[in-house]
């Protein structure tokens, strides 16, 4: 069964930085893509970021140049460095990853406020 299991959200300052962490059950070589999804509240749950299997990577516009997502493959470990968050940048943040399948894990809460 395979389980995807976030940690590192917290409150922080605007300008502030936090890294997230997105462990797999599995080896994560068995994902064609992992990647973070977030939703605030009474919005939908959009593409934050996402990474291949050949490391090629996918941000939203939003979040470009002030996160960055990669992969420790010996760990089955997804990491989304946030730098310079902003008040908007609070959500939950979801771990995702697919190949024949899609799979979710439960969230971490990320909030931004002074």
């Known amino acids: 069964q395979v389980q995807l299991v976030e940690s590192g959200g917290g409150l922080v300052q605007p300008g502030g930085s936090l890294r997230l962490s997105c462990a797999a059950s599995?080896?994560?070589?068995?994902?064609?893509?992992v990647g973070w999804y977030r939703q605030a509240p009474g919005k939908k749950r959009d593409l934050v970021a996402q990474i291949t299997n050949g490391g090629s990577t996918v941000y939203d516009n939003s979040v470009k140049g002030r996160f960055t997502i990669s992969r420790d493959n010996a760990r089955n470990t997804v990491y989304l460095l946030m730098d310079s968050l902003k008040p908007e940048d609070t959500a939950v943040y979801y771990c995702?990853?697919?190949?024949?399948?899609?799979?979710w894990g439960r969230g971490t809460q990320v909030t931004v406020s002074s």
């Open positions: 599995v080896n994560i070589f068995s994902f064609n893509t």
């Open positions: 995702h990853a697919f190949n024949h399948n899609t799979y």
